[in-house]
């Protein structure tokens, strides 16, 4: 399955800025349907962050996801990469 990549930077409420990677099919483009599914991840974490909007989350790049993600994305719809300060 070839995959939208989504970069995203949130600010936590202590000042911590979290990075994580949406992903998403690639012909999904509505960003708000893209900044949903992160508030979505956000939503499960034990603290507040400031919100998500384009100037945090943009279109990095596509690439070719791998069985494991591609099954997460067919059930959910997207798959999140944490990558700093996620947890």
């Keep these: 399955m070839k995959i939208s990549v989504w970069d995203t930077y ?22 708000h349907t893209i900044f949903n599914y992160g508030r979505e991840f956000l939503t499960g974490k034990p603290f507040n962050t ?11 790049h596509m690439e070719q996801a791998n069985d494991a ?16 300060n996620c947890q």
Excluded: W
């Excluded at 949130?10 to 960003?31: A, C, Q, S, W, Y």
């Excluded at 591609?70 to 990469?81: C, F, H, Q, T, V």
């Design 50 to 60: 400031k919100g998500i909007s384009s100037t945090q989350c943009s279109f990095c």
């Design 10 to 31: 949130v600010t936590r409420k202590d000042g911590t800025i979290m990075h994580f990677d949406i992903l998403v099919p690639n012909n999904l483009e509505d960003e």
């Design 69 to 84: 993600i591609s099954a997460a994305i067919n059930k959910r719809g997207y798959y999140i990469i944490e990558m700093e």
